[in-house]
């Protein structure tokens, strides 16, 4: 893509005297018209000189402005049908807006659709000399990187085989390996990096964090708040097509979760609150956990600012994919988290004490029974195993038709994001330990920041920092 794209029918004025900025966006909106039925849209071809409209109005993005620095790391978070993708493709060129102008200094390389410009017919090896040479590459270029291209994907021996023969999986670790070698100033992924298994996802984090570290600049749009706030500079929150706030990660995401996890009616009193009050008083005095952008207590009346944040019950987060196994001897029939004063909750606070509980029907005798729970993250990683065996607990025999209630008392020392829970029973059938059942994410539960400190990675450790002062000879502070 050539430098300083304008994509808009007339351009603004300021845009010009934006020299540092890798992207600016002016008054941008997109609208579409949505037709109840197909004929409506043929009467418009005919009718249309006469003044007569068919059809409503849909407004995907609605005057939306912002500049990113080069270098920089911009998130956009928003839900489903925020207009997040709208905007990307608009930036990326693949997209023309209805009003506004849209600048962009550098070339770009889009991580949108993936693998929709191969070719199915193609081998693998035809299809990275066919799309590079669409994202500008020369023959020469491509061949040169062929081997690095080749390494990245790691398909094997599919590199030769034709693309229509590839899972997803594989036709995406083939297109984000051309992306990754495309020379770029400015890099735009849409959701790229939660897709392909845990080690390439690793990879592909690796990579985008190596863009930014030779001074690149990334738009990414994602679901997942602890990336946009271990990543970006600033984030942006998308809601219905409005920008409705502009700023720091942290404080962004929480407000994109108390919007979120809220029930609806206070979500739209959120929402009106910041389109009133506008969107710097809202980052500054309004923040979803009760606390300012500088950590003191605001006097918000409508996120409760003079509280901390507690668990509660989201009857809208939806029901899990769930995997179950074993060999039938018992039944696991009923489950639940529940916080400290026993209330069902799915909605937790980091570093809150809570109890994971099920509930286990023996259909025959077990013998040696073990009891166990696993918490995971939402790429598969194993955060905490817990059984009785591994707490030296003992059940040597357990009669059929008895039921047991088994209770886990943890306390949720884990960063915010989303977890879920596994649980089993297992004991000795014919001499080898078996699962009598086994239930895989059995159940989604999200966590909350508890105030508007943060950390990265998975653990929450508590951490209080101190810096003092040393004086005299270093001899007198010895560390060890």
Same mark, same amino acid.
């Given at each position: 893509?050539?430098?300083?794209?304008?994509?808009?029918?007339?351009?603004?004025?300021?845009?010009?005297?934006?020299?540092?900025?890798?992207?600016?966006?002016?008054?941008?909106?997109?609208?579409?018209?949505?037709?109840?039925?197909?004929?409506?849209?043929?009467?418009?071809?005919?009718?249309?000189?006469?003044?007569?409209?068919?059809?409503?109005?849909?407004?995907?993005?609605?005057?939306?402005?912002?500049?990113?620095?080069?270098?920089?790391?911009?998130?956009?978070?928003?839900?489903?049908?925020?207009?997040?993708?709208?905007?990307?493709?608009?930036?990326?060129?693949?997209?023309?807006?209805?009003?506004?102008?849209?600048? +962009?200094?550098?070339?770009?390389?889009?991580?949108?659709?993936?693998?929709?410009?191969?070719?199915?017919?193609?081998?693998?090896?035809?299809?990275?000399?066919?799309?590079?040479?669409?994202?500008?590459?020369?023959? !020469?270029?491509?061949?040169?990187?062929?081997?690095?291209?080749?390494?990245?994907?790691?398909?094997?021996?599919?590199?030769?085989?034709?693309? %229509?023969?590839?899972?997803?999986?594989?036709?995406?670790?083939?297109?984000?390996?051309?992306?990754?070698?495309?020379?770029?100033?400015?890099?735009? +992924?849409?959701?790229?990096?939660?897709?392909?298994?845990?080690?390439?996802?690793?990879?592909?984090?690796?990579?985008?964090?190596?863009?930014?570290?030779?001074?690149?600049? +990334?738009?990414?749009?994602?679901?997942?708040?602890?990336?946009?706030?271990?990543?970006?500079?600033?984030?942006?929150?998308?809601?219905?097509?409005?920008?409705?706030?502009?700023?720091?990660? %942290? =404080?962004?995401?929480?407000?994109?979760?108390?919007?979120?996890?809220?029930?609806?009616?206070?979500?739209?009193?959120?929402?009106?609150?910041?389109?009133?009050?506008?969107?710097?008083?809202?980052?500054?005095?309004?923040?979803?956990?009760?606390?300012?952008?500088?950590?003191? *207590? *605001?006097?918000? *009346?409508?996120?409760?600012?003079?509280?901390?944040? *507690?668990?509660?019950?989201?009857?809208?987060?939806?029901?899990?994919?769930?995997?179950?196994?074993?060999?039938?001897?018992?039944?696991?029939?009923?489950?639940?988290?529940?916080?400290?004063?026993?209330?069902?909750?799915?909605?937790?606070?980091?570093?809150?004490?809570?109890?994971?509980?099920?509930?286990?029907?023996?259909?025959?005798?077990?013998?040696?029974?073990?009891?166990?729970?696993?918490?995971?993250?939402?790429?598969?990683?194993?955060?905490?195993?817990?059984?009785?065996?591994?707490? &030296?607990?003992?059940?040597?025999?357990? !009669?059929?038709?008895?039921?047991?209630?088994?209770?886990?008392?943890? &306390?949720?020392?884990?960063?915010?994001?989303?977890?879920?829970?596994?649980?089993?029973?297992?004991?000795?059938?014919?001499?080898?330990?078996?699962?009598?059942?086994?239930? +895989?994410?059995?159940?989604?539960?999200?966590?909350?920041?508890?105030?508007?400190?943060?950390?990265?990675?998975?653990?929450?450790?508590?951490?209080?920092?101190?810096?003092?002062?040393?004086?005299? =000879?270093?001899?007198?502070? =010895?560390?060890?």
């Amino acid at each position: 893509m050539s430098n300083d794209l304008v994509l808009a029918p007339q351009q603004d004025a300021t845009l010009d005297r934006v020299l540092d900025m890798a992207v600016s966006v002016r008054n941008l909106s997109k609208v579409y018209r949505i037709y109840d039925r197909p004929q409506e849209r043929l009467k418009l071809m005919f009718l249309a000189r006469f003044g007569r409209t068919y059809g409503r109005e849909f407004w995907a993005l609605r005057d939306v402005s912002f500049d990113l620095k080069k270098g920089n790391c911009l998130g956009i978070i928003g839900r489903n049908g925020s207009g997040k993708s709208t905007l990307l493709q608009i930036v990326a060129g693949t997209l023309r807006p209805s009003a506004g102008a849209v600048r +962009v200094n550098g070339r770009v390389a889009a991580l949108l659709e993936l693998g929709s410009g191969f070719n199915p017919c193609f081998t693998g090896r035809e299809n990275v000399f066919l799309n590079g040479a669409v994202l500008g590459l020369s023959h !020469k270029a491509i061949k040169e990187g062929f081997e690095e291209i080749a390494a990245f994907a790691d398909i094997g021996q599919f590199l030769d085989q034709p693309v %229509k023969l590839y899972s997803n999986g594989m036709i995406f670790r083939l297109a984000f390996a051309v992306q990754v070698f495309v020379p770029k100033e400015v890099l735009i +992924v849409d959701e790229a990096l939660a897709v392909g298994d845990e080690a390439f996802q690793r990879k592909c984090m690796a990579a985008l964090e190596k863009f930014l570290d030779a001074g690149g600049t +990334v738009l990414l749009v994602t679901h997942d708040t602890q990336k946009v706030i271990r990543l970006c500079n600033r984030c942006l929150l998308l809601h219905q097509g409005e920008l409705l706030a502009d700023g720091e990660s %942290k =404080p962004v995401t929480d407000l994109y979760q108390k919007i979120t996890f809220s029930d609806p009616a206070k979500s739209a009193k959120i929402v009106a609150e910041l389109r009133k009050c506008g969107l710097d008083y809202a980052l500054n005095h309004f923040q979803p956990n009760g606390y300012g952008r500088n950590g003191t *207590s *605001s006097n918000d *009346s409508f996120v409760h600012s003079k509280s901390l944040p *507690s668990a509660f019950f989201d009857p809208r987060i939806p029901k899990t994919s769930e995997v179950t196994y074993g060999n039938g001897d018992a039944e696991i029939i009923d489950y639940g988290m529940h916080d400290a004063d026993g209330r069902h909750v799915n909605i937790l606070v980091v570093g809150e004490p809570y109890t994971w509980t099920y509930v286990v029907r023996f259909h025959r005798d077990a013998y040696d029974v073990n009891f166990g729970m696993m918490i995971k993250t939402i790429d598969g990683l194993e955060v905490v195993g817990i059984s009785s065996q591994l707490q &030296r607990l003992s059940f040597d025999f357990i !009669k059929a038709a008895t039921i047991r209630k088994v209770s886990f008392a943890i &306390r949720l020392n884990v960063t915010p994001e989303t977890y879920f829970l596994n649980s089993g029973v297992d004991g000795i059938v014919n001499g080898e330990r078996t699962f009598l059942q086994r239930r +895989v994410d059995i159940c989604m539960v999200r966590v909350l920041a508890k105030d508007s400190k943060s950390l990265s990675g998975i653990a929450f450790v508590e951490p209080e920092i101190s810096v003092e002062e040393l004086e005299g =000879p270093l001899e007198q502070h =010895p560390m060890r």
